[in-house]
């Protein structure tokens, strides 16, 4: 599948485990895995922040597999989800860097270029979470107060 906004195709993301069973060698239970979820979720991480923890750190392949939940669905459960999803608040963070960078080198047009490209998929992305209901239907995306989110 091509990218968007260029002719290259890319390379897809990271592989999954092929299997969809529990592995042997996994020592920890879904309860555990839940209550270390809330715990890095309290400190601040994101949902696909916590999934690479998880990964590297404690060994865990497949959060769904082995919890029967995405990540974020047991943040949903533990009252402890963010207002928005993980997706649009990193191109809103990239939408404020790029105008930051914007501020102090007028003359870049590769970057108001980046930053127009930016904002459309935001705004696309925003249309469709409205639909889904990931997103209240009266929220809207402002480039000029859009910093002052954390991180």
């Known amino acids: 599948m091509a990218r968007m906004h260029s002719g290259k195709h890319g390379k897809h993301g990271s592989k999954k485990p092929i299997k969809k069973t529990i592995p042997l060698w996994l020592t920890y239970k879904a309860n555990e895995v839940e209550l270390l979820i809330g715990k890095l979720a309290k400190e601040g991480k994101s949902s696909s922040e916590i999934g690479t923890i998880l990964r590297d750190t404690y060994g865990v392949p497949d959060v769904r597999t082995l919890c ?5 669905d047991i943040l949903k459960e533990k009252n402890i989800a963010p207002e928005l999803p993980d997706d649009l608040m990193a191109l809103i963070r990239k939408s404020v860097a790029i105008r930051k960078h914007r501020d102090t080198n007028k003359k870049d047009q590769t ?4 930053l127009l490209l930016t904002e459309s998929l935001i705004k696309r992305l925003t249309k469709h979470y409205k639909r889904t209901g990931k997103v209240a239907s009266g929220w809207k995306f402002d480039p000029e107060h859009a910093g002052f989110f954390p991180k």
């Open 68 to 72: 029967k939940k995405k990540i974020s």
């Open 111 to 114: 970057a108001k270029r980046g």
